[in-house]
């Protein structure tokens, strides 16, 4: 074997790295991956104390939506729910909405987990909340909406194939009933003041109901306040420390113990 021979039978037998699995075994690939996948990043891999969501696009529930859509699956959303929850490094979770709305029942699903945590949340609605965006947005502790974000309150549509009976119509009367009540427990509006947004004619053009925008959101009692980023982690803070002062009692001055 001649000496080219020997030195390209050595070449073969240096194993070759591979970027894409070292970027991906990398802490900050594996972000990247995660982010381009999810929209978020992985719990585990922050320090802060705080989970970021994201509500974005339009809410996937039981039916996949067409490739081009933006959507927020709720399959991936509900077990980061139970991961923040059981956590002992996440103290609050942060809620960022920026959504069309979407399927019903998936996002009730969201809006019942968010509201049973027993960790401190906050939402934040930019650009929109839409539809049945709004029970997700008042399903925290506390709300805010950016001044130029909008809220758009109407009935619950029905897509497919529908029977013309009454049944039809009473089982999607319920439905709407199941969003009213929620929305009016988890914020300051009145039951009659939702109604009256949802069922107007005059404001949209193709559509029954009506769109609010931020102070207006605020003056109706469905959001706490407006706001924006900096103000949304403040009061975050804020409501971890009060949770913490519960979960861990202080001696007073007077040697009374204090909760």
């Known amino acids: 074997m001649s000496l080219a021979d020997h030195r390209q039978s050595f070449k073969n037998n240096i194993p070759q790295s591979n970027p894409q699995e070292e970027q991906a075994s990398h802490p900050i690939g ?33 039916m996949v939506l067409p490739p081009q859509n933006k959507t927020t699956k709720y399959e991936h959303i509900i077990p980061q729910l139970v991961a923040a929850e059981q956590s002992k490094d ?9 959504t069309v709305g979407g399927d019903v029942e998936a996002g009730l699903a969201i809006a019942e987990m968010v509201a049973s945590m027993s960790k401190p949340t906050v939402s934040l609605v930019l650009g929109g909340g839409h539809s049945i965006g709004v029970p997700i947005a008042v399903s925290c502790d506390y709300t805010f909406i950016a001044e130029t974000a909008t809220m758009t309150i109407h009935p619950i549509r029905l897509t497919g194939m529908v029977i013309g009976v009454p049944q039809s119509f009473e089982y999607l009367e319920k439905m709407q009933e199941r969003v009213i009540r929620f929305v009016v427990q988890h914020s300051h509006i009145s039951e009659s003041v939702f109604r009256k947004l949802m069922l107007n004619t005059g404001e949209l053009a193709r559509d029954i109901g009506t769109t609010v925008v931020g ?45």
């Open 90 to 98: 996440i103290k609050g979770l942060l809620l960022i909405l920026n």
């Open 215 to 259: 102070r207006d959101a605020v003056a109706y009692g469905l959001v706490d306040e407006i706001g924006g980023l900096g103000q949304a982690i403040r009061k975050l803070r804020e409501l971890m420390q009060q949770n913490a002062s519960v979960w861990n009692p202080t001696i007073a001055t007077d040697g009374v113990m204090q909760q």
């Open 30 to 62: 594996m972000t990247e991956q995660s982010i381009e996948k999810f929209g978020e990043t992985d719990v585990p891999l922050s320090d802060s104390d705080i989970h970021c969501l994201t509500i974005i696009g339009q809410i996937e529930g039981h």
